[in-house]
């Protein structure tokens, strides 16, 4: 059975997630706001997403996905499993 993840590598893997947000957004020259106003949640949401300080919900990370015209997928970070590294 998996262990859970340290408290660490959540914090690691929030803050990539919250890197990928803002280099999709970026990509696509969004700003927060706008990025916001298409995937329906508050600007601070993508704020404090980008930053690491909150981890969006799932409905939101889907959300914001296809504001960006991408699949939720890009938005995560792969884990490593069995053979990877």
């Known amino acids: ?8 590598e ?11 947000i803002r280099h999709a957004r970026l990509a696509a020259k ?6 916001a106003d298409r995937a ?4 601070k949401t993508i704020s404090r997403a980008e930053s690491g300080i909150a ?3 799932v409905d939101h990370l889907i959300a914001v996905a296809a504001a960006l015209g991408i699949s939720p ?3 995560l970070p792969e ?7």
């Open 1 to 8: 059975m998996p262990r859970p993840l340290p408290a660490e």
């Open 10 to 20: 959540i914090l690691r893997r929030r803050l990539e997630v919250g890197h990928l």
């Open 30 to 35: 969004l700003s927060q706001e706008k990025l």
């Open 40 to 43: 329906g949640v508050d600007r």
């Open 55 to 57: 981890a969006l919900k």
């Open 73 to 75: 997928r890009v938005l």
């Open 79 to 85: 884990r490593p499993g069995p053979g990877r590294s």
